[in-house]
């Protein structure tokens, strides 16, 4: 296992990568005014990011990340949130916990406003049963990183539920 970059190096690279890619795609955006374009490459800017945070604290094996919403969709407007699902094989413990308390604040401290739920693949299912909302956002859920197995259990057994 690599040794872990220190929080404020992950902040500032993370950050930064941020800052400059949305830097690239406005002035994008403002040449060509293409709309389809700057919302996929805005989700795929914000794809890039996740996938490298996640590596960098070394969660890639212990969570699944999924995008949720219009971001599931590949469609993420400025400005709006980006919604998100920790996918969990089980219920975490105290360590797991603490890691998923340090890495939310991470997004929002490289300047990620997301919207999140921590759910295992039963919980996905009995919530989506009592709430519309999180039905919606499991129909447009998408793997971001971590075990594409778990991701397929709970879209298959969400599915079959519809």
Not at 46 to 72: E, H, P, S, W
Not at 86 to 99: F, M, Y
Not at 109 to 132: F, K, M, P, W
Request: glycine share 6%; aromatic share 6%.
């Amino acid at each position: 296992m690599s040794e872990r970059l220190p929080l404020h190096e992950l902040i500032a690279r993370h950050k930064s990568h941020l800052q400059e890619g949305q830097r690239a795609l406005a002035s994008r955006f403002e040449q060509d005014g293409d709309v389809i374009t700057a919302l996929s490459s805005r989700s795929a800017l914000i794809d890039d990011i996740l996938r490298n945070l996640l590596f960098d604290l070394q969660l890639q094996d212990k969570i699944t990340l999924c995008a949720v919403g219009g971001y599931g969709r590949g469609e993420l407007w400025p400005g709006s949130d980006i919604d998100l699902l920790v996918l969990l094989p089980n219920e975490p413990d105290s360590e797991l916990s603490a890691c998923l308390e340090q890495l939310v604040s991470l997004f929002w401290d490289i300047g990620l406003e997301i919207g999140h739920s921590v759910r295992t693949v039963d919980q996905c299912i009995e919530e989506s049963a009592n709430d519309l909302t999180v039905q919606t956002a499991l129909v447009e859920a998408r793997h971001l990183a971590g075990d594409p197995w778990l991701f397929d259990k709970m879209r298959s057994a969400f599915m079959s539920r519809l």
